[in-house]
């Protein structure tokens, strides 16, 4: 098990791009999580996955942003029409969806809007 | 509104200081989470606790359910726990258990 990992770690693009992340979360986890830290603040909850099924989506994730887990593996979030206000620290976390809560978090993909 | 507040929001430590961290929430919850995270992003789990109080090595975290209280302790401070701590909450949306996090503390022990 080598715990979440996320791709890539860094992306730098131009405003109006498109872009792509992903997250691949631990083996059988059926809960993945995206939440966005943007500097200088805590981590806010974008989305939740149980399974392939997104189940709940915050007001943050505006109509460019799309995400998705087919076959209730890894996920992808998409932005469209990058903006500087994009720019932040993309985290993907995954539980089992036990009592426990626990999440496991990954790196984090840091995305630069210029 | 689930909020998860954090005090104090910067703290400067000397090495071998004993430090603490509070967390205070608005609603009620089963579980909190305390969480580290280093320059560069990465945040690893320090401790998911639901009541009384939890060690591992120099940190301690204690959780008081009904005042909706929790702090995090560490002993013996070293340059190595530099890092910004952060707390949350997990709030059940449609069953999600997604997590309400404070803003962080971010700490720097100086040697």
């Known amino acids: 098990d080598t715990g979440v990992s996320q791709d890539p770690r860094h992306k730098i693009t131009k405003r109006g791009q498109n872009v792509t992340f992903r997250c691949d979360p631990i083996s059988e986890h059926n809960r993945l999580y995206w939440y966005r830290q943007t500097l200088g603040q805590g981590p806010e909850f974008l989305t939740y996955f149980q399974n392939e099924a997104q189940l709940e989506k915050s007001r943050l994730l505006s109509d460019r942003f799309s995400a998705e887990r087919p076959k209730g593996s890894f996920s992808t979030l998409e932005i469209q029409r990058t903006e500087q206000g994009d720019s932040a620290m993309y985290l993907c976390a995954s539980s089992t969806g036990l009592a426990t809560y626990e999440q496991y978090f990954g790196p984090g993909t840091r995305l630069t809007v210029t | 509104k689930n909020e998860v507040e954090q005090s104090p929001q910067n703290l400067t430590a000397q090495e071998g200081e004993f430090i603490t961290i509070n967390c205070s929430y608005s609603?009620?919850?089963?579980?909190l989470h305390w969480l580290q995270q280093h320059p560069g992003g990465g945040i690893v789990s320090l401790f998911m606790?639901?009541?009384g109080k939890k060690k591992h090595g120099r940190l301690i975290a204690t959780i008081n359910i009904q005042e909706k209280h929790s702090s995090l302790h560490i002993t013996a401070s070293h340059p190595r726990d530099s890092a910004v701590y952060i707390c949350?909450?997990?709030?059940?949306?449609?069953?999600?258990?997604?997590?309400?996090f404070g803003k962080g503390t971010k700490l720097s022990v100086i040697p």
């Open positions: 606790l639901s009541s």
């Open positions: 609603v009620g919850i089963s579980a």
């Open positions: 949350a909450a997990p709030y059940s949306g449609a069953g999600s258990y997604q997590l309400t």
